[in-house]
């Protein structure tokens, strides 16, 4: 990756980066991030990935995943937590780099109805 990636979460406070943590100094560690099943007993707890569209902004990838382009090459995101460009603005996609700040860029958090197809199971 060449550059820093960097989009606001507004859970922590902290900047979420795109950037291998081991790269980073010391002060710019951003705070672990509150894991959603965090009060769950250990047993109960997912081991998978967390998918987080922040309102006006990126959408907020944490856990175990694969991220690979559309000829299916996999694309090292450096570490567990990214931040992945919504707006389509960024410099350095698919990650954000905050330009959805600049360019005005909103978006809500969760989907303002439901769609078609849970409509159509919830009928069946």
């Known amino acids: ?18 950037q291998p943590a081991e790269k980073m100094p010391a002060e710019e560690m951003p705070a672990e991030p509150r894991r959603y099943d965090e009060d769950l007993p250990v047993a109960e707890r997912g081991s998978g990935t967390t998918i987080t569209p922040y309102r006006d902004g990126p959408l907020i ?4 995943f694969r991220l690979v382009d559309q000829d299916g090459a996999e694309i090292d995101p450096g570490r567990e937590t990214i931040a992945l460009c919504r707006c389509g603005k ?23 109805r439901p769609r078609p197809a849970a409509q159509l199971r919830q009928d069946g």
Not at 90 to 112: E, L, N, Q, T, V
């Open 90 to 112: 960024s410099g350095i996609k698919p990650f954000c780099d905050g330009s959805h700040k600049r360019s005005g860029f909103s978006a809500p958090s969760a989907p303002s």
């Open 61 to 64: 990838v944490r856990g175990d």
């Open 1 to 18: 990756m060449t550059g820093r990636v960097e989009a606001e979460d507004p859970g922590q406070g902290d900047p979420v980066t795109a």
